[in-house]
């Protein structure tokens, strides 16, 4: 078992900058990949941003791409999402996930289906 546990949302103006964390426990021996996916009132969930597991290569939606930074520090089993020039469009409720299953590929996951755990999500409201 893995429990993830999303923070640092919140309600930013246009053009700020957030950083979301999002910290692992439990079954934490192995690195994971872990992507970032967000979900808007209305919407379907839709993939963000991902990063292998070692952190050496990653992947970003188009919507973000050129303003949003993933990271990750393994030794303390945390990743992190460094959002910037928020638009009201990048409101939603942002869910990390883990793919735990064996994995040797160091490959990144865009697809909700490929991972294993989700976090319960942190809001982040983006207001003119």
């Known amino acids: 078992q893995v429990q993830l546990v999303e923070s640092g949302g919140g309600l930013v103006q246009v053009g700020g900058s957030l950083r979301l964390s999002c910290a692992a426990s439990g079954r934490t021996n192995s690195w994971y990949p872990m992507a970032w996916f967000r979900q808007a009132p209305g919407k379907e969930r839709e993939f963000v941003v991902a990063i292998n597991r070692i952190g050496r290569n990653t992947y970003y939606a188009d919507s973000v791409k050129g303003r949003s930074t993933i990271s990750r520090d393994n030794a303390k089993n945390t990743v992190y999402l460094q959002m910037n020039r928020l638009k009201p469009a990048d409101t939603a409720v942002y869910y990390c996930?883990?793919?735990?299953?064996?994995?040797?590929?160091?490959?990144?996951?865009?697809?909700?289906?490929?991972?294993?755990?989700w976090g319960q999500g942190t809001q982040v409201t983006v207001h003119s």
């Open positions: 996930a883990a793919r735990t299953r064996p994995d040797y590929s160091g490959s990144y996951y865009y697809t909700s289906g490929e991972y294993d755990y």
